[in-house]
Nanobody, 123 residues
């Protein structure tokens, strides 16, 4: 099983940027598809972006052009660069990995989640 630790969140003003990191340990990270998710207060967790082991990416419509997902397999680390942040992007951000894109898209079949990292966009 892969253990995941997210970091990089914080308080940022509207229009600002943050770069989140997700460090994975355990099984071979490079074999997995990685997804970034967020859960805003009172809302369900939703998929924000995903990246395959080969580097193909996909984004939710709400973040296209503002968020960039990437990975460094040598470091067992994934990233989410978030630019032009808006207050409605305030949420706890999580990463997770899976061997199939179906699991990433469904987002509810993971054995566990990391602690997430809080992103607060406020002036």
């Amino acid at each position: 099983q892969v253990q995941l630790v997210e970091s990089g969140g914080g308080l940022v003003q509207p229009g600002g940027s943050l770069r989140l990191s997700c460090v994975a340990s355990g099984r071979i990270f490079s074999s997995y598809i990685m997804g970034w998710y967020r859960q805003a207060p009172g809302k369900q967790r939703e998929l924000v972006a995903s990246i395959t082991s080969g580097g193909s990416t996909n984004y939710a419509d709400s973040v296209k052009g503002r968020f960039t997902i990437s990975r460094d397999n040598a470091k067992n680390t994934g990233y989410l660069q978030m630019n032009n942040l808006k207050p409605e992007r305030t949420a706890v951000y999580y990463c997770n990995v899976a061997l199939t894109i179906a699991t990433i898209l469904k987002g509810s079949d993971f054995g566990s989640w990391g602690q997430g990292t809080q992103v607060t966009v406020s002036s």
